[in-house]
């Protein structure tokens, strides 16, 4: 079965930055592709960003390319979204989950779907 718990989210301000953390089981971490999405109210999900294993690259959709960074700790079985200078339209729900990369279109890997996730943690940006 796998498991994710995702925590580390929070109120910050625009400008701030916080850390989030997905502790897995279930599975050996640098053999999945692992990533981030996020849902807001009225709006669709949006993958934000993943690991696809085999080529251990990163990938980051362009609403948070240069200030998010995905990474992996694989003694501690735990992935990572460092989340610098957060703007008001970053606030949603985050949810780690194991990305499904091969039903994805060409040339937009973070449109994938997802096979399982966990509970989510939010993180609300507010002045």
């Known amino acids: 079965q796998l498991r994710f718990v995702e925590s580390g989210g929070g109120l910050v301000q625009p400008g701030g930055s916080l850390r989030l953390s997905c502790a897995v089981s279930?599975?050996?971490?640098?053999?999945?592709?692992i990533g981030w999405f996020r849902q807001a109210p009225g709006k669709e999900r949006e993958g934000i960003s993943l690991?696809?294993?085999?080529?251990?690259?990163?990938f980051y959709a362009d609403s948070v390319k240069g200030r998010f960074t995905i990474s992996r700790d694989n003694a501690k079985n735990t992935v990572y979204l460092q989340m610098d200078s957060l703007k008001v339209d970053d606030t949603a729900k985050y949810y780690c989950?194991?990305?499904?990369?091969?039903?994805?279109?060409?040339?937009?890997?973070?449109?994938?779907?997802?096979?399982?996730w966990g509970q989510g943690t939010q993180v609300t940006v507010s002045s």
């Open positions: 989950g194991l990305a499904d990369i091969e039903t994805a279109p060409a040339g937009d890997l973070l449109k994938c779907d997802w096979r399982s």
């Open positions: 279930g599975f050996t971490l640098d053999s999945y592709d």
């Open positions: 690991i696809v294993s085999y080529v251990n690259a990163t």
